[in-house]
């Protein structure tokens, strides 16, 4: 799994956005301790598109530096093992979801989430962006030892 140029940066982000996490914990200032929430927010999904195209390498696509969004790699790389389960997850798209609401706060009063919430930067907490991290590290975890087996 280490011959994949993609697996030490996803390492790298996921590591990034447990330690802005426990940042979170010391700060003091609300201001402060969103703009941490936030800056782990859009590290999860940058750890996810690294993902998208880790995963594409595994399956051999030819170019998997051309996948940005989880639509590209459902559209391009579809039937792949694992591709399915990723566009399945609620964490996954609630974590573009939510980078997409931060990175483009003009877009309207609130994104949807997965199917069923509203939502808006200020719904960020230090418990949901744990449980979304701890959610998509089994996710991925569980993906690579499927890749093993093979």
Not at 33 to 51: G, H, K, N
Not at 73 to 94: F, P
Not at 135 to 141: A, D, N, P, T, Y
Request: negative net charge.
């Amino acid at each position: 799994m280490s011959s994949n140029p993609y697996f030490s940066r996803v390492q790298q982000k996921l590591s990034h956005s447990r330690l802005l996490l426990n940042l979170c914990q010391t700060a003091t200032q609300s201001q402060e301790q969103q703009a941490l929430l936030e800056s782990c927010v859009v590290s999860l999904a940058i750890s996810m598109r690294l993902y998208f195209r880790e995963l594409g390498h595994n399956l051999s696509y030819p170019m998997p530096e051309r996948l940005f969004t989880l639509e590209d790699l459902i559209s391009d790389v579809s039937g792949g093992v694992g591709v399915e389960e990723l566009s399945a997850q609620e964490s996954v798209v609630s974590i573009l979801a939510a980078e997409k609401a931060i990175l483009n706060p003009s877009v309207g009063a609130g994104q949807m989430i997965g199917s069923s919430a509203v939502f808006s930067p200020s719904d960020l907490d230090r418990r949901l962006l744990l449980g979304w991290l701890s959610s998509v590290e089994e996710l991925i975890e569980r993906q690579r030892q499927s890749f093993l087996e093979y």
